[in-house]
């Protein structure tokens, strides 16, 4: 894997937990999703419910450059989404130009 898992934010705020994470195909259209988990409570004091929440997951890859890459989500209440499998970065593809075939 090309990415520094260390560098890894949601909202610039929340690092990932580095354990557990896992490389699959999470969508079924055959490009490598890598799964990392936040910590749910930390999440929860950052997001507010809504129908089209924003978020933004940023991290550098191993040769030093900088990626993000963001995506609207559905929250229910206590910033819990409904949409978003704890950090499953498919919508990066969508966000950064197929970022994933590059970093996998």
């Keep these: 894997m090309n990415i520094y898992l260390s560098t890894l934010k949601l909202n610039n705020q929340i690092p990932a937990k580095s354990k557990p994470t896992a490389i699959g195909d999470y969508n079924h259209n055959r490009t490598p999703d890598l799964m990392v988990k936040f910590n749910r409570r930390s999440v929860q004091n950052i997001l507010s419910a809504g129908d089209r929440v ?3 997951i940023s ?4 040769d030093k450059r900088l990626f993000e890459g963001s995506d609207t989500i559905k929250v229910i209440s206590n910033g819990k989404p409904t949409s978003f499998l704890w950090g499953v970065f498919d919508f990066i593809q969508k966000s950064t130009n197929k970022l994933l075939g590059l970093v996998m």
């Design 59 to 62: 991290g550098q890859l191993k």
């Design 54 to 56: 924003k978020i933004t």
